[in-house]
């Protein structure tokens, strides 16, 4: 499709909305089932449609994926589960345009989350995307005025968000047990493997590659710049940090109750792997606050690290603390707590280092989705908002834009961007491809 084809049809989509989605805020009875559309299904996005197939008031009615070869497997996996089988679709825009379906999931990579979450507001669908929000920090906000302007549901996939643990633990710190916070650290630790070196190959049969890159540079196709390997490269997504370390970031900014930090200072490298990865192995951030200092940590390359273990999630099993590779640590004048995600629990211990309260943890990821479907009928904003999540992705974008810089950056609360920085300001916005851009006014 040419750049003239799909502005008009964006334009097209965009009205439509604007006239219609008043009249669906209210539209689902309490009994009636809501109808989901999926855009990308190879890994994320399946594990999140079998979930949500299992459910007795969802109706699972599209799969949109570019790589027609990952359907059959995945169609067949949800009728098993719901009886029913999706219909495939290669191009995600003619899903937005069914006026059946009540929301759609986004699990894309990174940098097609913006204008997936803005084009499917315009069409009038609520909208669960994956972390992190976006691509950059301006389509970020975008995401925002959309979701705000067409009056949409926009849940994002931090689940810990909706974990009754985690909101005990909130409560706990702002109950001022642990007394004023003035120094916390996050953990991104574990063992990943390498992708190797991989050569430009014709494009697999059937495969929309073009599409796929989007609003990415125009690019031969290469493996390592396509299923999940991208997540390591600029252009797609911000490495490990942007990727598994903003769940941690999340319930930091959360436990901390804070926004902008003053500023920003990132260091770290390709230490271990000497593959086709761009986006480092080993990362530390430091984010300065007023009265406040917090640190991220990741090392990519360690075997006894780990997260909390999937069996330990759903038991009243408390994390190794010393090796758990996704734990968050806060430093209070009275008590210090370690607080686990996506399930396992908190503890924290008093000056003598005994243990004075805990929280047991459940994996979250039913009660998320649960949310989502709730404030669907209700139009209540979800427990993760995408306003609040994309606060908490600039912690991890403001670290990034820090390393690629090489120094330490000042943050303009007003504009979200740096303080007289023109090179880490040029990091705000991305440039775009046509006709995939996301829209100065959405």
């Given amino acids: 499709m040419d750049r003239r084809t799909f502005i008009k049809q964006t334009g097209k989509t965009a009205a439509a909305a604007a006239a219609t989605s008043a009249f669906s ?16 299904i190879k890994d994320r996005g399946y594990w999140v449609a079998q979930r949500f197939a299992a459910k007795p008031n969802v109706n699972i009615k599209t799969f949109a994926d570019l790589d027609p070869r990952v359907f059959e497997e ?3 996996g949800i009728e098993d589960i719901c009886g029913k089988r999706p219909q495939p679709e290669d191009d995600f825009r003619r899903m937005f345009e069914d006026k059946d379906i009540d929301a759609v999931v986004i699990a894309t990579p990174d940098h097609w989350h913006a ?13 669960y995307v994956e972390k992190p929000t976006a691509h950059s920090i301006w ?3 975008k995401m925002i005025e959309a979701a705000r302007k067409y009056n ?10 909706s974990g ?22 996050v953990h991104n630790c574990k063992m990943r493997t390498s992708i190797g070196k991989k050569p430009n ?7 929309n590659y073009d599409m796929w890159l989007g609003p990415a540079k125009e690019r031969p196709f290469n493996e390592n710049h ?25 319930l930091l900014r959360w436990c901390l109750d804070k926004d902008y930090p003053n500023s920003v200072y990132s260091t770290g490298g390709m230490h271990f792997f000497h593959d086709d990865q761009e986006t480092p192995d080993t990362q530390v951030v430091t984010w300065e606050y007023d009265n406040l200092t917090a640190v991220f940590e990741q090392t990519l390359w360690a075997p006894y690290m780990k997260k909390t273990p999937w069996e330990d999630r759903d038991h009243d099993i408390l994390p190794n603390w010393p090796f758990n590779g996704t734990r968050i640590e806060l430093y209070g004048t009275k008590q210090r707590m370690h607080v686990s995600r996506h399930g396992g629990g908190w503890e924290a211990f008093d000056a003598d280092g005994k243990q004075v309260a805990v929280g047991q943890g459940r994996h979250p990821h039913e009660p998320h989705f649960d949310n989502f479907l709730e404030c669907i009928k209700t139009r209540e904003k979800p427990n993760s908002d995408i306003e609040e999540l994309h606060l908490s992705t600039l912690l991890c974008m403001y670290g990034n834009i820090s390393y690629r810089t090489g120094r330490r950056l000042f943050i303009d609360k007003k504009t979200e961007g740096f303080v007289d920085d023109d090179e880490a300001n040029g990091y705000v916005k991305r440039k775009y491809r046509e006709p995939w851009v996301v829209p100065e006014v959405v």
């Fill in 139 to 141: 389509e970020s906000r």
């Fill in 201 to 207: 190959e014709p494009v697999p049969d059937g495969v």
């Fill in 152 to 161: 949409r549901v926009v849940q994002v996939g931090a689940q810990s968000r």
């Fill in 164 to 185: 009754p643990y985690m909101q005990e633990a909130i409560e706990y710190i702002r109950n001022g047990n642990i007394g004023d916070i003035h120094f916390a650290r």
């Fill in 115 to 127: 204008l997936g979450t803005i084009l499917a507001c315009q069409a009038g669908k609520d909208v």
């Fill in 25 to 40: 805020i209210n539209a689902l009875g309490a009994n009636e089932k809501i109808t989901l559309g999926f855009m990308g």
């Fill in 226 to 250: 396509f299923h999940y390997a991208w997540h390591w490269f600029w252009e797609y997504s911000g490495g490990d940090i942007i990727n598994d370390g903003v769940h941690q970031v999340d």
């Fill in 74 to 76: 995945r169609l067949k």
